[in-house]
């Protein structure tokens, strides 16, 4: 029996229906997850662009400019 198959056996023989709600629930999030997993590499293809001079100045630039709020909220 593969590991799908004893899954859906496990799911099968659950009779509370707020316990299948949970097991519902979890697939939801994990399935989320996988997608935001997705994009992972699309990000790390940025990674080592910069180096440390050029990150810390970037950095520096947003601290300094966004950092604070002008005018009214």
């Known amino acids: 029996?593969?590991?799908?198959?004893?899954?859906?056996?496990?799911?099968n023989a659950i009779q509370?229906?707020?316990?299948l709600h949970q097991c519902f629930e979890y697939i939801q999030a994990i399935k989320k997850?996988?997608?935001l997993n997705h994009n992972r590499s699309k990000v790390l293809a940025?990674?080592?662009l910069l180096n440390n001079k050029q990150a810390t100045a970037i950095?520096?630039?947003i601290q300094?400019?966004?950092n604070s709020v002008?005018?009214?909220w």
């Open 64 to 66: 300094e400019n966004f």
């Open 46 to 48: 940025f990674a080592g």
């Open 1 to 11: 029996m593969s590991l799908k198959e004893s899954i859906l056996q496990d799911l």
């Open 33 to 35: 997850l996988e997608k």
């Open 70 to 72: 002008e005018g009214e």
């Open 59 to 61: 950095s520096n630039s």
């Open 16 to 19: 509370n229906p707020h316990l």
